[in-house]
């Protein structure tokens, strides 16, 4: 797997705000053990004598996109009760333990209507009906019959006019108690998924993702986090996302991987691309692999490090719109994510290929002395399952709370504070310093004695770029209005 390093400057020049449903951080959670996620398309092209079932491997520069294809659903089950499916393989690899702790179901499509057709280039409906998409069927390994599984809306863009055309949808559910009740190993068949058949503007997609973290006791200590939402990425429009809370190991090689998933992403539309920034190592990188270049990352297909993932059925190389990947991150001599880091951003950038993120994840090597005791074995660590259409709750101030040091400007450093208040009473200082503790951050308070003012920053910067991007990260995991920086010179 080879990196394109870039300059800084073409960072600069990307927005990096969308049109988007917040992400939120859905599990969390330090452990011994893995993340993966599994899944399938569930529309396939149908032409001649090859149903929807038959794998579609057409991965030329000629493979015609989905916008004119007859797109089906593909069904694999031979249920006649069913309507669609497709199925995926899990396997832990010999981990020690291997208990599933928390597995999280995802289904998405592009559903403006139930069918289309292209005539005479102009996209014409045939069925104007939409049916309920909330829920789906899931198959376990351990059973052989359907468990009906209720959706969490993330998103559905029905009524939204920049997407009204293609109507995306995302649902979520936490489906942990389905897969722990007994092998976790095999194949999970989701059916019923719903998705406009034919043809429509810009194409149809669907399929679905399964986010499944495990126990391995052999494993050093990690921390995962995932995300979800969603954001429709295009030429205008860019969406970065930050991952805290972990600190990597003092010295030595560690392991880093990140994944997601997304609609709409097509094979023969380029410059879509995942650029990776280290604030503490000042390196931006744009990420690639054997099958996914540094300006077409999302390039309709399922893969592991470059590699197809073929335990699928139907196993096509080409997903037609649906994206599932994997990357590990090579980090030569830590020059990319040093060690003591604690955050990395991941900015999925602006598009002629539009495209619709919903879920990303990071799994990265922790050092074991960061982490509470209480959560480095495999049997206490737990999930944060938040809604995402729910806001975090503001954190009252324990009791007793110490007072909050004060910060003169002489023992602050010149640059950039991402400020989350300020305040002349020192108890509304204290209530903020713990409601931010609450979010995960360790705020800090700068004291200006001219102004008499107590200014609550949770990071600071040499660099505004930086600082910007604190602030965003900020408004999307809290309920704090407004967080803005604050440039300190310390002038004599």
Do not use: C
Request: aromatic fraction near 10%; hydrophobic fraction near 35%.
């Amino acid at each position: 797997m080879r990196y394109t390093f870039l300059a800084i400057i073409t960072l600069l020049t990307l927005p990096l705000w969308g049109q988007a449903t917040d992400f939120k951080v859905r599990y969390e959670a330090f452990l011994k053990g893995d993340i993966k996620i599994i899944g399938n398309n569930i529309l396939n092209r149908e032409e001649r004598r090859k149903s929807a079932n038959t794998p579609y491997n057409d991965r030329s520069g000629k493979a015609k996109l989905n916008d004119v294809l007859n797109m089906q659903y593909t069904d694999v089950d031979n249920d006649p009760q069913t309507f669609s499916s497709s199925s995926a393989s899990f396997n832990n690899e010999g981990a020690e333990g291997g208990k599933v702790v928390y597995a999280g179901l995802y289904w998405a499509a592009t559903y403006p209507y139930a069918e289309g057709q292209l005539k005479k280039d102009k996209n014409t409906i045939t069925d104007n009906s939409r049916q309920d998409p909330s829920s789906v069927l899931l198959k376990t390994p351990s059973k052989n019959t359907y468990n009906p599984v209720q959706g969490t809306l993330i998103y559905d863009a029905r009524n939204d006019e920049k997407l009204k055309s293609s109507s995306p949808y995302v649902y979520y559910a936490d489906v942990t108690t389905l897969v722990a009740e007994g092998n976790s190993q095999g194949d999970y068949t989701v059916a019923n998924v719903r998705a406009t058949l034919g043809q429509i503007e810009g194409g149809s997609a669907a399929g679905w993702a399964l986010v499944l973290v495990y126990e391995n006791a052999n494993s050093n200590v990690k921390k995962i986090i995932t995300y979800d939402g969603f954001a429709a990425i295009t030429n205008e429009e860019s969406k970065t996302l930050t991952f805290s809370g972990f600190k990597t190991p003092e010295k030595g090689a560690f392991q880093t991987h990140i994944m997601g998933a997304t609609l709409e992403g097509d094979l023969n539309m380029k410059d879509d691309n995942v650029l990776l920034s280290v604030p503490a190592s000042g390196q931006y990188i744009a990420l690639q692999s054997k099958l996914r270049p540094a300006r077409n990352f999302f390039s309709s297909v399922i893969d592991n490090d470059g590699k197809i993932v073929s335990t699928r059925t139907p196993n096509s190389e080409n997903t037609l719109g649906f994206d599932i990947f994997r990357l590990s991150i090579e980090n030569d001599k830590q020059s990319l994510i040093p060690n003591n880091a604690s955050s990395l951003d991941l900015i999925y950038s602006r598009s002629f290929d539009r495209y619709y993120l919903f879920l990303t994840a990071l799994e990265i090597e922790n050092n074991p002395k960061e982490v509470p005791q209480k959560v480095t074995e495999i049997e206490t660590a737990k999930p944060i399952a938040m809604p995402s259409v729910e806001v975090n709750p503001t954190v009252k101030p324990a009791a007793n709370t110490p007072r909050v040091k004060k910060l003169q400007a002489t023992d602050t450093q010149r640059g950039y504070y991402v400020i989350v208040g300020s305040f002349l009473n020192i108890n509304n200082v204290e209530k903020r310093v713990e409601e931010m503790k609450g979010f995960g951050y360790d705020a800090q308070v700068y004291y200006n004695s001219d102004q008499m003012l107590n200014f609550i920053y949770v990071a600071y910067y040499d660099n505004y770029q930086q600082a910007a991007q604190k602030v965003e990260e900020v408004r999307n995991r809290t309920d704090i209005p407004d967080p803005w920086i604050l440039d300190v010179a310390n002038n004599d």
